[in-house]
């Protein structure tokens, strides 16, 4: 059984791992990636620019060691482009 600064303690370390596995994912922010973690349960929400981006994410995330799942709140945002007409 888990005292609960143990499990603080853990998930401060999981969140740790989560932040250091997304420098590793190429042109993905992590400042951008907001992320939560409760008893092992990985949250992360941000803007991605593609679906790959935001599966790659998710199948890094939930491939660390402590990870019991990962809820994904990830949103495709696709910028659009402008051609300079305002009207």
Wanted: a negative charge.
């Amino acid at each position: 059984m888990d005292v609960k600064g143990n499990s603080s303690a853990k998930d401060a370390r999981i969140d740790s791992k989560v932040k250091v596995a997304l420098l590793f994912i190429g042109k993905l922010n992590t400042f951008n990636t907001n992320t939560d973690v409760e008893k092992g349960y990985v949250s992360m929400t941000r803007k991605v620019d593609i679906d790959v981006d935001k599966a790659i994410t998710t199948e890094w995330v939930d491939s660390l060691k402590e990870v019991v799942d990962v809820n994904d709140r990830l949103s495709v945002f696709a910028p659009v482009e402008c051609d300079g007409d305002l009207d």
